[in-house]
């Protein structure tokens, strides 16, 4: 077996020699089960997030209404994704990737178990130290996963494909656990029992997500030695290496971020939370701005496409996304929660999304192999993801309709989460490898920024939608929920007419 010295000294077994986790590397194993749990804890307390913050003091909860509750929500549901953004940089140039997920994973469980504290200080400053935490955590574990293989390994993207299978796997089971503990009157009744206030029972939920990273931290730990040579702390870049500040681009950047926290405070409803996220988006409207100007040719052309590719990324994450916010309260006060006379918490249908992902994507894999070359362009791929999103807010539109007042079937919503996920598998894989294919060599990093930040918008857009909840008129929310199905199906038949001109532009993006 052949061995190379890592960077601490140790010894690292080559990358072709290791097999052992299913025949691939056994620090896959360590990354594997620490993702999982991150996403355990992640998704756990996203499922019951906006319902603690719109329940009644009396249920327990903050008695938020839902026009700051949905600000809350989309301020905190964006930031997980653009502060990799700042994560990234920093495992590049200062922690290393393996330290920057140690430090992010005990800064998410620490604001997790913030949250299981009963105050409104400790809430808020859970949500923002998960954030941080996401940050520093979320890119460069991926990162990690990629360094286990060598650069010709075949390995490679079946070891992304099991990494991903921990991701919703995670995203699974944690909604299961954590809206049983925060939502089931049986476990109400437990704790009543024991002497405590059942309203308390939120609080659990949110431990509940801060042991499971905690777990993930105890085995990340325990495995440490199965990453030897993996995330190691960057060498120190000499003067002459080190990139040059570009002045025009930085005042471009600054100059954004500032137009952007004044127009989010001018417009926004929430003080200096809303003036959060439009800075961060101006501000890096503003790099990107000062960062194109030095690009021609081809590189512009690539870079372009990135770019028509973002608006229609924006568009399904909006709706996608949508999950945790208006489809949350949709589920809780429109939709049966009870079959043959048992109830079930309404946050379980968190986990119907996830597992639609575990049983589809061996499936879709399989598809895109069997078709070959007669399998659709990347931009096609991306109408089709945008179709199914457009198609599953007309059912929900119609669900919504048919509410009358009362509560719909269940299965609606599973519907509506099963054509969500098979649009997730024809636009998500797709966006990530389309970046990586058609971004400048020297600007990867940045325009998979770019492709996060797509999601970040996204996102925010749709944790804004749980203000439509407010009246709880169903007249309303089928006119959102149309209008947002309408907005889907247009930008899809856009992206349809705008592909042959993207071919034209690159052949790549085909």
Not at 39 to 52: D, E
Request: aromatic share 14%; net charge positive.
């Amino acid at each position: 077996m052949s061995t190379a010295i890592d960077g601490t000294g140790g010894t690292l077994t080559s990358p072709g020699d290791d097999r052992g986790f299913f025949g691939h590397p056994r620090g896959l194993s360590t990354l594997f089960f620490t993702e999982m749990w991150e996403r355990f804890s992640y998704y756990g307390m996203k499922a019951i997030l906006t319902l603690y913050m719109t329940k009644s003091l009396v249920e327990g909860g903050l008695g938020f209404d839902e026009k700051y509750a949905s600000v809350i929500y989309a301020t905190y549901v964006s930031s997980v994704w653009y502060l990799p953004l700042v994560g990234g940089w920093l495992a590049d140039r200062i922690l290393g990737a393996r330290r920057a997920v140690l430090i992010g994973g005990i800064i998410i469980a620490c604001g997790h178990y913030s949250m299981a504290v009963n105050s409104l200080p400790s809430f808020y400053a859970g949500l923002v130290l998960i954030a941080i935490g996401t940050g520093l955590l979320k890119p460069n574990i991926s990162a990690m996963v990629g360094q286990l293989y060598s650069d010709k390994d075949e390995r490679r993207d079946a070891g992304f494909s099991i990494f991903y299978m921990g991701i919703n796997l995670g995203a699974f089971i944690s909604p299961i656990v954590v809206g049983f503990l925060a939502q089931h009157l049986w476990f109400r009744n437990f704790l009543t029992s024991m002497g405590f206030d059942p309203k308390s029972s939120w609080h659990f939920g949110f431990a509940a997500a801060g042991v499971g990273m905690t777990l993930g931290l105890i085995q990340y730990v325990v495995g440490r030695n199965r990453l030897r040579g993996v995330g190691a702390k960057p060498e120190k870049r000499s003067a002459a290496s080190s990139e040059k500040f570009d002045v025009v681009t930085g005042v471009l950047a600054v100059a954004g971020g500032v137009i952007g926290a004044a127009l989010g405070l001018y417009f926004g409803d929430a003080g200096a939370i809303s003036a959060l996220f439009p800075a961060v988006v101006f501000f890096f409207a503003g790099y990107l701005l000062g960062t194109l100007r030095m690009l021609a040719g081809n590189e512009l052309k690539n870079v372009l496409v990135i770019f028509i590719l973002f608006l229609f990324s924006i568009v399904f994450w909006m709706t996608f996304e949508q999950s945790g916010s208006s489809l949350t309260l949709f589920a809780d006060r429109l939709t049966q929660t009870t079959v043959f006379g048992w109830a079930y918490p309404s946050s379980w249908f968190q986990s119907v999304q996830p597992i639609f992902v575990i049983l589809l994507a061996p499936a879709f894999a399989w598809l895109w192999q069997r078709m070959g070359e007669r399998q659709p362009s990347s931009p096609g791929k991306f109408f089709y993801g945008l179709l199914f999103a457009g198609i599953a807010f007309v059912v929900v539109t119609v669900a919504s309709a048919l509410t009358g007042g009362g509560r719909v079937s269940p299965l609606w919503l599973i519907v509506v989460y099963l054509l969500q996920s098979i649009g997730e598998l024809c636009l998500s894989p797709v966006g990530l490898s389309t970046v990586t294919k058609l971004a400048p060599a020297r600007m990867v990093g940045l325009m998979m920024g770019v492709w996060f930040l797509s999601i970040s918008i996204g996102s925010y857009i749709a944790g804004l939608t749980t203000r439509f909840f407010a009246g709880n008129d169903p007249a309303v929310l089928t006119r959102a929920f149309g209008i947002f199905a309408a907005i889907t199906l247009i930008a899809a038949f856009v992206l349809a007419l705008l592909t042959p001109l993207i071919k034209k532009m690159t052949p790549r993006a085909a």
